[in-house]
């Protein structure tokens, strides 16, 4: 074959006419064909259908992750994101690409979202591996996103950089100011009390979202973005950015900008996210009283880097550090005055004796000369307290052991009631969510305020997928009488806008025969946050004759497709629930 275009780009992919040095752009990763000559040049003449000019094929590419979707109104700006990012590209001489990924919502995925975030992963991680890009900037939001593109940039190993949409503005009602969904949970609680009428519910659920974006309080999604921010894969200032505002846009042209100099850098995220600055996001989970399923997302993203969480360090961290922010399910206030206040960095600032300074960031530098780079913000902001008067005395969450969870749990201390933190009380057991469903609201339910609510087989492989039903609504005629908050134990998780004394993640969980699995209605089960504890009073012989007659749970169609995969694969929430496959060998390292 005749190479006749001599002026514009070579068509030998081993000698690139004019190519950067350092990336490989439009010439890596070719299909293979057996011959790589033929392999390029028909991309080249594939990739002109597009209508790239040879000039800007001859730039490093850095690819953009699609996710926006007509179902995922947190995901609504991503267009506009995608539009401001090129521009950042394109400034700093490099070539942006789009691609379309998975988008996940939490209310518009069948089970769970969770079920689905494994598979993004893949799709993220493939996808990359499968197109030539130098870097990618990954766009993440509602939850699951984000865990699920720095899980596939991790595994995939090129520069890779974060851009999250950011949280939505607060809504009023009725001289309320209100934030999805903490006040969507104690919204509905009031309804089901009989407190609200059903036109009062109605017009309060077209309020409490107002604009495209996140949840705007301390949920998952707020969560993993000052976490992200913090373990180094995010530009300074882009945790809490509104997603409606400007600076969000003018973040996502300056995160543009930098791919291209990760391109030419080779910073991939294998030397960001070190055991070092995973211990800085979960420091920064703890003073945030960030969501629980921070521990499992982060745990999920350190394995694929081959790095271990272990919890009970968490827990020891949790101890010397308080919960700084604020902000709702644990506090008041709502991400918006938190961007106000300085998003991460008064945070950062309080916690700085505490943290790994010398960890690198996607700006190149380390964590503690962000940190000194950071604007002074305003010194009568109220949302981010001294670390000599905080919120909470302790972190955010503490891990249990005990006969119930030999493997761990996790309570949200700082979101519980502190009268029932040490509680001991009758078992009331839920073999499953159709059964909660079915029994939660019947008027003959035996059940008293001091009771504690169990609920069994909604963890990984239970449900499958591990649903945010740990929160279990309080039974409706106590409900009616008053009764706000009740010890809640389940192997399932719970939103991170949620709030009220809830155990969750109970391990090992009772699909693959944990001792949650055995719990009767009558056993008494004790919690002691204090001690750590989380104990079944209920005696080994009692339990090996209970344990005899015990069969796993059978889902139907798990004999096909992307379910058997994940139910012969997934994980138990101590490991972050990914596919056992797909975590890295451990090193010696773990934080």
Not at 288 to 317: C, F, K, P, Q
Not at 459 to 484: H, T
């Amino acid at each position: 074959m005749t190479k006749h275009d001599t002026s514009g780009l070579s068509l030998d992919p081993r000698h690139p006419k004019g190519a950067s040095p350092v990336t490989d752009g439009i010439r890596s990763g070719l299909a293979q064909y057996g011959d790589a000559g033929l392999s390029f040049f028909l991309r080249k003449a594939f990739i002109k259908a597009m209508g790239y000019s040879d000039e800007a094929l001859e730039r490093p590419i850095v690819a953009i992750t699609d996710t926006f979707s007509g179902y995922n109104g947190c995901h609504r700006t991503v267009p506009d994101l995608i539009a401001a990012i090129e521009r950042g590209v394109m400034h700093a001489g490099g070539l942006p690409i789009r691609f379309p990924t998975i988008s996940i919502h939490e209310s518009f995925s069948h089970p769970t979202s969770m079920f689905l975030r494994n598979l993004m992963a893949m799709d993220t991680e493939e996808m990359v591996r499968a197109q030539p890009m130098d870097a990618v900037v990954l766009i993440g939001g509602c939850d699951k996103t984000v865990p699920a593109l720095l899980m596939g940039a991790a595994s995939a190993g090129i520069p890779a950089i974060m851009e999250v949409t950011g949280p939505m503005m607060t809504g009023h009602f009725r001289g309320e100011r209100l934030g999805a969904c903490t006040d969507c949970r104690r919204l509905w609680s009031l309804y089901r009390a009989g407190d609200m009428d059903e036109a009062e519910i109605e017009l309060a659920g077209g309020r409490l979202m107002p604009t495209a974006g996140t949840c705007m309080v301390m949920g998952t999604a707020s969560t993993m973005a000052l976490m992200t921010e913090t373990v180094g894969m995010m530009l300074p200032g882009g945790a809490a950015i509104p997603a409606v505002h400007a600076d969000r846009l003018r973040h996502a042209e300056a995160t543009g900008a930098r791919a291209v100099a990760l391109a030419a850098d080779g910073l991939t995220p294998d030397r960001i996210m070190t055991p070092a600055a995973f211990e800085n996001a979960f420091r920064m989970l703890l003073a945030v009283g960030g969501s629980t399923n921070g521990l499992i997302h982060m745990a999920a993203v350190a394995g694929r880097l081959g790095i271990e969480v272990d919890l009970a360090a968490i827990d020891r961290m949790g101890r010397e550090t308080p919960v700084l922010v604020d902000l709702k399910p644990s506090g008041r206030h709502y991400m918006e005055d938190l961007h106000r206040a300085g998003g991460a960095a008064p945070i950062l600032k309080e916690l700085r004796g505490m943290l790994n300074l010398g960890a690198l960031t996607v700006t190149g530098r380390t964590l503690g000369e962000e940190i000194d780079r950071a604007a002074e913000e305003h010194p009568e902001q109220a949302v981010v307290r001294p670390m000599s008067d905080p919120v909470w005395p302790e972190g955010g969450l503490a891990v249990l052991r005990g006969t119930l969870a030999p493997d761990t749990a996790v309570i949200k201390q700082s979101a519980a009631s502190p009268e029932l933190l040490a509680h001991e009380g009758r078992a009331v057991v839920f073999d499953g969510l159709e059964d909660l469903a079915a029994r939660i609201d019947d008027p003959d339910l035996d059940v008293a305020r001091d009771d504690i609510l169990v609920l069994r087989n909604a963890g990984p492989k239970g449900a499958p997928g591990m649903p945010e039903a740990g929160s279990m609504p309080i039974p409706k005629k106590l409900a009616a009488e008053g009764v706000r908050d009740m010890v809640r134990i389940s192997d399932a998780r719970m939103s991170g806008t949620a709030f009220g004394t809830i155990v969750l993640h109970c391990c090992p969980e009772a699909a693959v025969g944990g001792p949650l699995a055995l719990v009767r209605t009558g056993d008494r089960i004790r919690l002691d946050t204090p001690a750590r504890r989380l104990d079944l009073l209920v005696d080994e012989a009692a339990l090996a004759a209970r344990r005899r007659d015990w069969r796993p749970p059978v889902h139907a169609g798990s004999q096909r497709g992307y379910l058997k995969l994940y139910l012969e694969t997934v994980t138990q929430a101590d490991r972050g629930c990914d596919f056992d496959f797909m975590a890295k060998a451990a090193s010696p390292e773990a934080v």
